[in-house]
Every structure is written in structure tokens, then in C-alpha cells.
């Protein structure tokens, strides 16, 4: 996170991108960690394509359809340049960070995972970065072994290294905790687990969104992230791998597109990207995913970190000074872009349900996230999250809304 020779971010231009955020009372949308909204450039790139040139990609001899694959590659190299991939067949598009990661696990992880093998997570994984490597284990009979965090809920570093030994053969981890907010050591987690002759998938659908991510020198061999986090459309997500593991991997779903030729009993498949890429893929949403890209590096992703870490500070400090709430994950700076809370005598979801007629709107529940609430001993938290878009202001009606819900919830206990 390298946060030199940056322009502050011009939030109330940025907004003016943002319809959502128009009129008296606009919304103080606090909930970009599980969807960010989506900027009008980004929007107007998507119509351009269902206006002017909307076909399929890579089968099309006529003019709109190669444009349309020209548009569509062309998102592919946006992404590549986004987290410094060293070429563009490195970025195979898919649906989510879920179906990225799944992809791995099903094509790499089966190909590659026996039954003495261990696969080291943390417990702070999203579901995402847990199901898909639980479905594998079962399958191969191999052992997953999770590293514990500290009480300030921070990566243990020491059990990580406790836990790694020639018998790991993945380490997947998550950059950014969806609940938490740490940002874990991914450069020590990577060496460490290198030196031990494993891979390392991470999970950057919280860190490419916020700060930049670079390949290259994090070295890691698989890294996901969703488009609709990171001012893009739903439907599109990204994995990056290395590419002699790409090209050695066995294709995850067969079909159209992925193929070179095809006999009766047998196919001989297309190089990658496109032999993990069946079907006709999202045209639209990678067009929109290039732009969003675009979007982010043109406001600069250096701004909005620091400004998203101003938002988090602030909101830090004002709930911690307020009795009765519960702050959960590291100090500020060893976070970002979420704040977890608890408020004592209101559940989680009430919370969200009275903030909501104040137009204030947070997550609540267990974030995709259950280990961790047992680590935590919660069934669930609120989450305010951060963005871009987002003002000292809206932090200011999140706490105000969070003191007029306490005083509801003491008027309704006190007239029982
Ligand atoms: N977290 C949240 O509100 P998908 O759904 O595939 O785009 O992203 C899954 C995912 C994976 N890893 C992390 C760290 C995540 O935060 C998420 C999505 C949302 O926290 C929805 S549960």
C-alpha cells in the first residue's frame, strides 16, 4: 500500500457519477463491501454495447461481433494492467470470486490434491474461500487445517508457521477479512508458504477494490476478486494464475468456446484463457468490469485508500466513545474498508432496520462468514463499509442513527 504522490480524491465530482446519491436526503450507502454501486461511465460502456454492437464474441465474421470481441479482450487487458499481470492470458473471466476460487479447487485442486495432503485456511475466511477446498477434502480425503487469529483479530502468524509443513500443498487466504477488515501479511503468508513448496490462492475481492494489488511482486499463484465490489457489474469476477498452472490445468466445465477440436469420444481444448471459459461468457459485464477498472485507477487507487481509511478512523473513534457498542477486528490502520460492531440489547438486524428509515444502509448477519462468528462467540454483527463515494457525513448519520437506536431500544425496554 504504497500512499505517495496521490490526488486526494474529489468526492462531491465522484458523486455526481453516482444517480443513487442525488436529491435532499441521499442515501448514506454504507454497504460497498458486499456490492459497491456502480458509476454512470461504466453503465453508459454497457448500453454502448447493447445500443451499438451487442453480438457474440470470438465466432462473429461480421463487423459488430468483432467488436464486441475487441471489447471484450480489450476488458481483459484492462484487468491485467489493474493488478500488474505479466499478460493478459493470466485473466480468465468468471462470474465471481466464488467461481474463481471454485474454479481452482476443482481443476487444480483435483488434479493436484491426494489424500496425505493439507490445505492450510484461516478462520477467517468468507464461505467462498472455505466450501470449495471442505468439497475437495472430502473428495480426496485430504486435511484442512485453519490458523487461529489473535484476540486483537489479527493473523497468528506464529501458527501459520506452525501449520505449514511439506505435507501443505495450498495455503489459501483471504487479503482483506470481509468482517473484520484486517489485511493480512499476504508478501510473509506467500514466502512462508513457498518455502514449503506450497501454492497460494488469495482472496482479494476486499483488497482490489480498495488498494493496489500487484501479482508480480506478491508472487502469489491464484488471486481472485468479484467486478460488482469494485464499481462494476454483478456477473463478473476475475482469476488470475500463473500461467505454466493455467496451462497444466484440466479444463473446469466443458462446452463451446473452450474447445480446439472435438470427435465423438474426445476433444482437444483451446489454450487459455478460453479453455476455462465455456460458453458465451458475460460480453456486457466484462465490458463494464474494464471500465470500472478504469474508473478506480483514473480516481486513483492510493486516494481511495486514504480516503476510505479517513472514513474508517472516524467511525472507529466515534463508536468506540459510545457506551454499550462493541468494535470488532484490529486498530484502523491495520484495517480497511470495513467496521464490524455490535450494539448491546439490539440485535444486529434491528439495527440495520432502524438505521434503514433513517436511509442509512449497513449489512448485518453473519457475512458469509460462521467460523468466525463462533471465534468471535456472536451469531452476528452490523458492518458499515466504505467507498469512494462515501462522506464524513454519512459517517455522522451512522452515528447519530446508532444513538437513536439505542434511545428506541431503552424507551421500548423501560415501557414494558
Ligand atoms: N462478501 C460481503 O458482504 P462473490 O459473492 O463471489 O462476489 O464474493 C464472495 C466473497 C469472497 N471473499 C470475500 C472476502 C468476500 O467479502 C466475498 C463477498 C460480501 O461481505 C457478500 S457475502
Known amino acids: 500500500m504504497h500512499t505517495a504522490n496521490f490526488h486526494p480524491l474529489d468526492v462531491e465530482a465522484i458523486r455526481q457519477d453516482f444517480p443513487i446519491f442525488a436529491g435532499e436526503q441521499p442515501l448514506a450507502f454504507l454497504d460497498s463491501a458486499a456490492s459497491a454501486q456502480t458509476p454512470q461511465p461504466v453503465v453508459a460502456a454497457m448500453d ?17 461481433s468483432e467488436e464486441a470481441t475487441a471489447q471484450y479482450e480489450r476488458a481483459r487487458e484492462k484487468v491485467a494492467k489493474l493488478i500488474n ?14 467461481e474463481a476460487i471454485n474454479l481452482v479447487a476443482y481443476s487444480w485442486g483435483s488434479a493436484t490434491i491426494g489424500k496425505d495432503d493439507e490445505i492450510v485456511l484461516t478462520v477467517m475466511e468468507h464461505h467462498s474461500n472455505l466450501v470449495p477446498w ?26 501459520l508457521r506452525e501449520l505449514l509443513t511439506e505435507k501443505t500443498k495450498l495455503v489459501a487466504v483471504t487479503h482483506v477479512s470481509n468482517v473484520l477488515g484486517t489485511v493480512n501479511p499476504l508478501q510473509s503468508i506467500i514466502d512462508a508458504a513457498h518455502a514449503v513448496g506450497a501454492k497460494v490462492v488469495v482472496d482479494a475481492a476486499q483488497s482490489v477494490p480498495h488498494f493496489r494489488v500487484d501479482v508480480q511482486q506478491l508472487n502469489c499463484d491464484f488471486l481472485a476478486f468479484s467486478g460488482h465490489k469494485m464499481c ?26 473452450m474447445i480446439r477440436t472435438v470427435e465423438r469420444d474426445v476433444s482437444t481444448y483451446a489454450d487459455v484463457p478460453a479453455k476455462f471459459e465455456a460458453g458465451t461468457p458475460s460480453i456486457a459485464e466484462a465490458i463494464g468490469l474494464g471500465h470500472a477498472a478504469d474508473y478506480i485507477t483514473q480516481a486513483g487507487l492510493e486516494a481511495i ?40 440489547g439490539i440485535h444486529p438486524h434491528d439495527i440495520a432496520g ?23 462467540d456472536v451469531i452476528a454483527t452490523a458492518r458499515a463499509s466504505f467507498y469512494l463515494y462515501n ?26
Open 134 to 159: 471442505q468439497i475437495l477434502a472430502q473428495r480426496t480425503g485430504a486435511t484442512l487445517r485453519f490458523v487461529e487469529i489473535t484476540d486483537e483479530g489479527l493473523l497468528n502468524f506464529a501458527h
Open 85 to 98: 499481470a505479466p499478460n493478459a492470458r493470466q485473466i480468465v473471466f468468471t462470474r465471481n470470486t466464488t
Open 232 to 257: 462494476g457489474p454483478t456477473g463478473i469476477g476475475v482469476l488470475y494464475g500463473k500461467l505454466p498452472l493455467l496451462e497444466e490445468m484440466p479444463p473446469f466445465l466443458g462446452g463451446g468456446s
Open 391 to 416: 462522506t464524513l457525513e454519512d459517517v455522522e448519520r451512522l452515528y447519530d442513527g446508532l444513538r437513536k437506536a439505542q434511545k428506541l431500544m431503552h424507551r421500548r425496554s423501560h415501557s414494558r
Open 48 to 64: 454502448t454495447y447493447y445500443d451499438t454492437y451487442r453480438s457474440n464474441i470470438h465466432r462473429g465474421v461480421y463487423r459488430i
Open 305 to 344: 485508500h486514504v480516503h476510505t481509511q479517513q472514513l474508517l478512523q472516524h467511525a472507529h473513534h466515534r463508536l468506540k466513545e459510545t457506551q454499550g457498542i462493541t468494535l470488532y477486528g484490529p486498530e484502523p490502520h491495520q484495517k480497511a474498508g470495513v467496521l464490524s460492531f455490535n450494539v448491546a
Open 354 to 376: 432502524i438505521l434503514d428509515m433513517h436511509g442509512i444502509a449497513i449489512r448485518a448477519g453473519h457475512h458469509c462468514a460462521q467460523p468466525l462468528m463462533q471465534k468471535l
